[in-house]
């Protein structure tokens, strides 16, 4: 199992910009998929992005395709999420999540899917 750690988080004025990382120290990690989610005061967690074991292969929620960008560093045991564009409605705690999986799985948008998750960052957007 592993032990997740996200950061980036913060205050932001609307059509800013913030880039979460998701970190761990064990070199497992690169065979990781790993997605992101995030949650909303009184609203359920949602599927953000996602990318695949090798990174060869992303996938965004409808919300924020062409805003937001998953990448990942194995260098660094890390993984990104790039966030431009943002809104007010993407006031969210954001969180990190991943499973173990083989080269070919494709990304997965379901929580229930993963298996490790990180205490989350808040991301504030204001107008």
């Known amino acids: 199992q592993l032990q997740l750690e996200e950061s980036g988080g913060g205050l932001v004025q609307a059509g800013g910009s913030l880039r979460l990382s998701c970190t761990t120290s064990r070199r497992a990690f690169s065979e990781h998929a790993v997605g992101w989610f995030r949650q909303a005061p009184g609203k359920e967690r949602e599927f953000v992005g996602a990318i695949t074991r090798s990174g060869g292969s992303t996938a965004y929620a409808d919300s924020v395709r062409g805003r937001f960008t998953v990448s990942r560093d194995k260098d660094k045991n890390s993984v990104y999420l790039q966030m431009n564009s943002l809104k007010p409605e993407d006031t969210a705690v954001y969180y990190c999540?991943?499973?173990?999986?083989?080269?070919?799985?494709?990304?997965?948008?379901?929580?229930?899917?993963?298996?490790?998750w990180g205490q989350g960052t808040q991301v504030t957007v204001s107008t």
């Open positions: 999540a991943s499973k173990r999986t083989i080269l070919t799985v494709p990304p997965n948008i379901h929580p229930g899917s993963y298996d490790n």
